[in-house]
């Protein structure tokens, strides 16, 4: 009775071992993350979780980009060396993106460049002082970081120019064509001369320099802002381009769909869609502000919208935030609802441009968070 | 026999589960790991993305401005191959490199002074006038104006450029934007425009104060941000 008992007991572990080892043998892989799947639709896998409101994976890597203001344009190599140090502190080689915000364009009649922000004067901050500030931030990084990571570095202006009821001010300077063309074409030439700096100084394997522009459509008209990318574009020798950092303001989503819509100023679909995507040089990495994601929505919404006039879809590189900046200013009384962490936003645009087949990305590959110094 | 016969079955089963659990030790493979950055480098990324889109694009201007947006990051990519071909840049190069900066700011005669137009109007702020003066050797300025929103909502900003201090401090009281009238040292007399409240900003203790000659106790600055190691000090 007790050796049948033993033969019984022996026979059901040799079954659960054999069930055991066919599991694992026959078990796949299989790729939970978006990012190792080959493309959407993606497949989840239970149990999961699903919530609008998770907290970032501090493995999550996202740059610093900067607002440039009187206060830290004298430190950029320090600014750069603290980038740098991020790739040293992290497994692996790091391929980002930083945006250096100079402000909005300005000349003195002799030099281009812009107004700093936080700039109570109209003391210009020329492309040669740009320049300089520019070349130390690389300067840092490349003294502080790991030796294998790369980075590119946009240079960074805005179409802001101030206006009273619709009018330009005898205070503002960016409110022609004629202006914003030459703006924008001096803009690539700065670009170009910081790229042509990075290449003889032999940094070309680990930085690239680009342009950036925060083209917000309440801050000026179509006409005048797409002045500025047509500039660049003609003088940028296709070597280098620029990232658009913008707005969609007003702009219908899939909520409120209206293919036509009226825009603040003189801005059209068309114009938005050529000024960051359709303009040779522009790479959309739009602000993703909004917590009810409502900007990823637009930006989504304006992708699905080229599709349908026979353009392709927009590929977006990265979402842009201001998470650190909100951090920064705690009497910002719009930052709590506009303060997505970078790990929230790029969700947001994943999940908004793969609500449409013909808009869904794989991946959006960068991070970058802005702050106030 | 017997025996043999299960201790073989129980070996060679265990010694699989062991060798597939080696093989695949996270079979839900990025469910607790980052996004990968892109082991492919971005420009190698950018210019599949870029040639997908010719693919996908009808029209024939967007066409041309794909090609020349792929031209771009083709001579980035080879900017990036041949640069990888050379000896690497040491760090003593590097820091040979560096460039001296311009002062953005001369040290100025002190004062209070007009701002810009749209000064801070971006940012949601109503500027009037600023105090600029030396503290110690240090450039210090003082914003005085009102929230955008709240034209009530009085307020200063602190500036001090060289220890990367910016600091917004708001009238207790809310009784109107504020503009600077006069500096006696480090304590500025404000008054709301429309001139029914006078106050008084301490400068060293970064407070409103009720009185010309209230005493209150002066706050620490900053270290300032540049004492941080520097690599290149010493090459």
Same mark, same amino acid.
């Given at each position: 009775?007790?050796?049948?008992?033993?033969?019984?007991?022996?026979?059901?572990?040799?079954?659960?071992?054999?069930?055991l080892?066919?599991?694992?043998?026959?078990?796949?892989p299989?790729?939970?993350?978006?990012?190792?799947?080959?493309?959407?639709?993606y497949?989840?896998?239970?149990? /999961?979780?699903?919530?609008?409101?998770?907290?970032? *994976?501090?493995?999550?890597?996202?740059?610093?980009?900067?607002?440039?203001?009187?206060?830290?344009?004298?430190?950029?190599?320090?600014?750069?060396?603290?980038?740098? $140090?991020?790739?040293? #502190?992290?497994?692996g080689?790091?391929?980002?993106?930083?945006?250096?915000?100079?402000?909005?364009? %300005?000349?003195?009649?002799?030099?281009?460049?812009?107004?700093?922000?936080?700039?109570?004067?109209?003391?210009?901050?020329?492309?040669?002082?740009?320049?300089?500030?520019?070349?130390?931030?690389?300067?840092?990084?490349? *003294?502080?970081?790991?030796g294998?990571?790369?980075?590119?570095?946009?240079?960074?202006?805005?179409?802001?120019?101030y206006?009273?009821?619709?009018?330009?001010?005898?205070?503002? %300077?960016?409110?022609? #064509?004629?202006?914003?063309?030459?703006h924008?074409?001096? %803009?690539?030439?700065?670009? $170009?001369?910081?790229?042509n700096w990075?290449?003889?100084?032999?940094?070309?394997?680990?930085?690239?320099?680009?342009?950036?522009?925060?083209?917000? /459509?309440? %801050?000026?008209y *179509?006409?005048?802002?797409?002045? =500025?990318? #047509?500039?660049?574009?003609?003088?940028?020798n296709?070597?280098?381009?620029?990232?658009?950092?913008?707005?969609?303001?007003?702009?219908?989503?899939?909520?409120?769909?209206n293919p036509?819509?009226? /825009?603040v100023?003189?801005?059209?679909?068309?114009?938005?869609?050529y000024?960051?995507?359709?303009?040779?040089?522009?790479?959309?990495?739009?602000?993703?502000?909004?917590i009810?994601?409502?900007?990823?929505?637009q =930006?989504?919404?304006?992708?699905?919208?080229?599709?349908?006039?026979?353009?392709?879809?927009?590929?977006?590189?990265?979402?842009?935030?201001?998470?650190?900046?909100?951090?920064?200013t705690?009497?910002?009384?719009?930052?709590?609802? /506009?303060?997505?962490?970078?790990?929230?936003?790029?969700?947001?645009?994943?999940? #908004?441009?793969?609500?449409?087949?013909?808009? *869904?990305?794989?991946n959006?590959?960068?991070?970058?968070?802005?702050? =106030?110094? | 026999?017997?025996?043999?016969?299960?201790?073989?079955?129980?070996?060679?089963?265990?010694?699989?589960?062991?060798?597939?659990?080696?093989?695949n030790?996270?079979?839900?493979?990025?469910?607790?790991?980052?996004?990968?950055?892109?082991? !492919?480098?971005?420009?190698?990324?950018?210019?599949?993305?870029?040639?997908?889109?010719?693919? &996908?694009?009808?029209d024939?201007?967007e066409?041309?401005?794909?090609?020349e947006?792929? &031209?771009?990051?083709?001579f !980035?990519?080879?900017?990036?191959?041949?640069?990888?071909?050379?000896?690497?840049v040491?760090?003593?190069?590097?820091?040979?490199?560096?460039?001296?900066?311009?002062?953005?700011?001369?040290?100025?005669?002190?004062?209070?002074?007009?701002? @810009?137009?749209d000064?801070?109007?971006?940012?949601?702020?109503?500027?009037?006038?600023?105090?600029q003066?030396?503290?110690?050797?240090?450039l210090?300025?003082?914003?005085?104006?009102?929230?955008?929103?709240d034209?009530?909502?009085?307020?200063?900003?602190? +500036?001090?450029? +060289?220890?990367?201090?910016?600091?917004?401090?708001?009238?207790?009281? +809310?009784?109107?934007?504020?503009?600077?009238i006069?500096?006696?040292?480090?304590?500025?007399?404000?008054q709301?425009?429309?001139?029914?409240?006078?106050?008084y900003?301490?400068?060293?203790? @970064?407070?409103f104060?009720?009185?010309?000659?209230?005493?209150?106790p002066?706050?620490?600055?900053?270290? +300032?941000?540049?004492?941080?190691?520097?690599?290149?000090?010493?090459?």
């Amino acid at each position: 009775m007790v050796n049948a008992m033993k033969k019984i007991q022996k026979r059901n572990l040799i079954v659960i071992l054999l069930s055991l080892a066919l599991l694992s043998v026959t078990k796949q892989p299989v790729h939970a993350n978006s990012a190792d799947q080959e493309g959407p639709p993606y497949r989840y896998y239970f149990p /999961l979780i699903f919530s609008n409101n998770t907290q970032p *994976a501090l493995s999550d890597y996202y740059t610093t980009s900067w607002y440039m203001t009187p206060q830290n344009v004298g430190r950029t190599y320090q600014m750069g060396c603290e980038e740098g $140090r991020k790739t040293s #502190e992290l497994p692996g080689i790091q391929d980002s993106l930083v945006i250096l915000d100079y402000g909005q364009p %300005w000349s003195d009649g002799i030099q281009f460049g812009t107004l700093l922000l936080r700039e109570p004067r109209y003391d210009l901050n020329s492309t040669n002082d740009i320049i300089i500030y520019t070349k130390n931030y690389i300067n840092g990084y490349m *003294a502080c970081s790991d030796g294998v990571s790369k980075i590119d570095v946009g240079i960074g202006t805005t179409n802001f120019a101030y206006y009273i009821n619709g009018v330009c001010t005898q205070a503002s %300077w960016y409110c022609t #064509e004629e202006r914003a063309y030459a703006h924008g074409s001096a %803009w690539a030439e700065m670009v $170009r001369t910081v790229y042509n700096w990075v290449i003889t100084s032999g940094y070309g394997a680990r930085v690239k320099v680009s342009g950036a522009t925060d083209i917000e /459509l309440s %801050w000026n008209y *179509a006409h005048i802002s797409n002045k =500025w990318v #047509e500039g660049f574009d003609a003088h940028d020798n296709n070597q280098v381009i620029f990232y658009n950092f913008g707005t969609c303001d007003g702009c219908p989503t899939r909520l409120s769909p209206n293919p036509n819509p009226d /825009l603040v100023y003189d801005w059209t679909f068309p114009l938005v869609h050529y000024a960051a995507w359709r303009a040779a040089p522009a790479w959309p990495i739009p602000e993703i502000y909004a917590i009810s994601g409502i900007n990823a929505r637009q =930006w989504a919404y304006l992708s699905k919208w080229g599709t349908e006039q026979g353009y392709s879809r927009m590929q977006f590189l990265s979402a842009f935030t201001q998470y650190q900046a909100c951090l920064s200013t705690p009497g910002d009384t719009l930052c709590p609802l /506009l303060n997505n962490t970078p790990q929230q936003a790029r969700q947001q645009l994943l999940t #908004e441009t793969n609500f449409w087949p013909q808009t *869904a990305l794989t991946n959006i590959p960068w991070m970058t968070d802005i702050d =106030w110094p | 026999m017997m025996k043999y016969k299960f201790e073989l079955i129980f070996f060679t089963s265990l010694i699989i589960i062991i060798l597939v659990l080696l093989l695949n030790m996270d079979p839900v493979r990025g469910a607790n790991l980052p996004l990968k950055s892109t082991p !492919a480098g971005m420009l190698t990324v950018q210019l599949q993305m870029v040639q997908s889109s010719l693919q &996908e694009a009808k029209d024939p201007q967007e066409k041309i401005a794909l090609q020349e947006k792929m &031209e771009a990051q083709q001579f !980035a990519l080879n900017v990036q191959m041949e640069a990888q071909m050379r000896p690497t840049v040491t760090l003593k190069e590097i820091c040979a490199n560096r460039v001296p900066v311009p002062q953005h700011k001369a040290m100025v005669e002190g004062g209070i002074f007009e701002v @810009r137009d749209d000064f801070l109007v971006s940012q949601g702020i109503k500027i009037n006038n600023m105090f600029q003066g030396e503290m110690d050797g240090t450039l210090v300025e003082v914003y005085a104006g009102s929230s955008l929103d709240d034209p009530n909502q009085g307020l200063v900003i602190l +500036a001090i450029d +060289a220890l990367g201090v910016w600091l917004r401090v708001f009238d207790p009281s +809310a009784t109107g934007s504020l503009q600077i009238i006069e500096a006696n040292g480090s304590r500025l007399s404000l008054q709301t425009i429309t001139g029914n409240t006078r106050l008084y900003f301490d400068i060293p203790a @970064r407070q409103f104060v009720d009185s010309v000659d209230a005493v209150v106790p002066p706050m620490d600055l900053p270290v +300032a941000k540049d004492l941080f190691l520097d690599p290149c000090q010493g090459k």
